[in-house]
């Protein structure tokens, strides 16, 4: 059977995948370009007239709540060889370490770029600025496992205390990977993190990111003011075996990270570091279903005097369709629902 799309029709391609279980759907037509000398004027250009697109292809009824997708576009820098804007349910990220893995999986094996040899090395820059992922193919030539190094990550608030509706007052640390999170010992909120506490673990995470939001300024102390927000809460507990900790990360619009959360571990890390325990080598950060990422400290340094690192993570991605999608204007849904 054909079909020819009527003439007014919007339509928009994507490779969807997911990274350890968080999905990514990837565009790959039906965007206009995105003006802007840095990644972060093109993330405010999408915001201010594009974000319409950003509902069709993130909100229901061709996403969900929980949906996360990324934007291609030419890199920024001289040395660059992809940029990147991400996208969600709320807006749009400043960086994403389960959307790196994701789209230099597909990137590679869908041939919306290209890298010769067995560990290429993809230059990527993002809104909080210059991430370098390594490929890792197997024998087949497609790509297994890809790690990156992040931007700096850091500690900026540590125990701080806020007192938070419904559950008093609530210690934690403000920490950055590419985005600004309030961490939480689970065990503090009464929380085992697990997928049959999903709706307390929304809850409890949206009430200290609100609290933290009217209580404490986020100001990055070397970096662009649109950085300086704060992105989601994450609630961690102690791992078992050769696991070093379990975490969920609750972000934007209470939306959840299936995966271990890449920024979120980033900011893991450098906490541990910064308390003087994150032992030597990797550790492995397990995610509310029970998928892993491994963090190492790749490098330490210092961001407007604060110590830092640059933390260095490893996952895996799988693709899992290809997709065109078509908006009818007379359609009254064509701006997408979000139900939560």
């Not at 931007?151 to 125990?159: A, G, I, M, T």
């Not at 989601?232 to 990270?257: K, M, W, Y």
Request: with cysteine; proline share 6%.
């Amino acid at each position: 059977m054909t079909w020819d799309i009527p003439a007014g029709w919007l339509r928009i391609k994507t490779i969807d995948a997911h990274t350890a279980g968080e999905p990514l759907r990837v565009v790959t037509d039906g965007w206009p370009d995105m003006p802007g000398e840095t990644i972060l004027e093109m993330r405010e250009h999408a915001r201010a007239n594009h974000d319409d697109l950003r509902r069709v292809i993130i909100l229901e009824p061709r996403g969900h709540a929980d949906m996360y997708a990324c934007l291609l576009v030419p890199p920024v820098t001289p040395d660059g060889d992809v940029g990147v804007l991400f996208l969600h349910n709320e807006g749009y990220s400043t960086m994403c370490g389960h959307g790196i893995i994701g789209l230099v999986k597909v990137g590679l094996d869908c041939g919306l770029f290209d890298a010769e040899g067995d560990e290429p090395e993809i230059r990527i820059d993002t809104p909080a600025g210059r991430v370098t992922a390594t490929a890792h193919r197997g024998g087949g030539g497609t790509v297994e496992t890809v790690s990156f190094l992040n931007v700096p990550s850091f500690l900026l608030e540590r125990d701080l205390v806020v007192e938070v509706d419904g559950l008093g007052p609530v210690t934690c640390d403000i920490g950055y990977g590419g985005a600004f999170y309030a961490y939480v010992d689970a065990r503090a909120v009464d929380v085992e993190i697990g997928p049959d506490a999903f709706a307390r673990i929304v809850d409890v995470s949206m009430r200290i990111k609100r609290a933290v939001m009217a209580e404490y300024e986020i100001v990055h102390p070397d970096g662009d003011p649109a950085l300086n927000f704060l992105y989601g809460t994450i609630l961690h507990q102690p791992g078992e075996g050769d696991v070093h900790s379990r975490n969920v990360c609750v972000f934007a619009d209470g939306e959840v990270d299936r995966s271990p959360t890449g920024t979120g571990v980033s900011g893991r890390a450098a906490i541990l570091h910064a308390r003087g325990e994150m032992a030597d080598g990797a550790i492995t950060i397990e995610s509310i279903i029970g998928t892993r990422f491994d963090v190492t400290v790749h490098e330490t340094m210092s961001v407007g005097g604060l110590p830092a690192i640059i933390p260095y993570v490893s996952g895996a991605a799988h693709i899992t369709g290809r997709h065109e999608f078509f908006v009818d204007p007379s359609d009254p849904l064509r701006d997408g629902v979000l139900l939560r």
